[in-house]
T-cell receptor, first 112, second 114 residues
Framework: GDSVTQMEGPVTLSEEAFLTINCTYT??????LFWYVQYPGEGLQLLLK?????DKGSNKGFEATYRKETTSFHLEKGSVQVSDSAVYFC???????????FGQGTRLTINP | DAGITQSPRHKVTETGTPVTLRCHQT?????MYWYRQDPGHGLRLIHY???????DKGEVSDGYSVSRSKTEDFLLTLESATSSQTSVYFC?????????????FGPGTRLTVT
């Protein structure tokens, strides 16, 4: 079945470091791909998305590119801030099913 | 903000008691979802609805039932709560944006079964 795999956490970085959180998916078709962010004590917020191959989603300095050849959607940010500390979830959505499949989440901590 | 509220936000209950969680939306979306969040598992779909009285099971539906008698409300019921159902429960809606759909989540309900 369809699945999403994220890099194991937790991830701890210093402020202004470069961030990569890996995400790969398995699918029989061409899903839409999403990154969600969850700040402590809150629900999930949609961070960015891409709906077709080679699309790049971006928001708040974060970027992710839909790579069909490697079935990946890695999240990157050039210079992280303490306020980026949160749990990040990669997810895929098959339009026909209207159901999201989530990765297990990656906890990110940024130290000043 | 997709106008999603959940109630209660926190609940502690005893094993064997019935529990109902409510999700309310204000934007008339057709699709609504219930997920549970547990460490190491991300979010897992319990049940979803594609219209009034139209529901279907997700990957972890055992022990849960749902009802949707009005577009705006989607109820999740634990008929007889067990400790394994201690979790954070999130409701979501699906909204069309450009040529794709996006899901938006409520604030969550933290349920503890003792």
């Amino acid at each position: 079945g369809d699945s999403v795999t994220q890099m194991e956490g937790p991830v701890t970085l210093s402020e202004e470091a470069f961030l990569t959180i890996n995400c790969t998916y398995t699918a029989t078709g061409y899903p839409s791909l999403f990154w969600y962010v969850q700040y402590p004590g809150e629900g999930l917020q949609l961070l960015l998305k891409a709906t077709k191959a080679d699309d790049k989603g971006s928001n708040k300095g974060f970027e992710a590119t839909y790579r069909k050849e490697t079935t990946s959607f890695h999240l990157e940010k050039g210079s992280v801030q303490v306020s980026d500390s949160a749990v990040y979830f990669c997810a895929s959505l098959f339009q026909g099913a209207q159901k999201l499949v989530f990765g297990q989440g990656t906890r990110l901590t940024i130290n000043p | 903000d997709a106008g999603i509220t959940q109630s209660p936000r926190h609940k502690v209950t005893e094993t064997g008691t019935p529990v109902t969680l409510r999700c309310h939306q204000t934007e008339n979306h057709r699709y609504m979802y219930w997920y549970r969040q547990d460490p190491g598992h991300g979010l897992r779909l319990i049940h979803y609805s594609y219209g009034v009285k139209d529901t279907d099971k997700g990957e972890v539906s055992d022990g849960y039932s749902v009802s949707r008698s009005k577009t705006e409300d989607f109820l999740l019921t634990l008929e007889s709560a067990t400790s394994s159902q201690t979790s954070v429960y999130f409701c979501a809606i699906s909204r069309r944006f450009d040529s794709s759909y996006e899901q938006y989540f409520g604030p969550g309900t933290r349920l503890t079964v003792t």
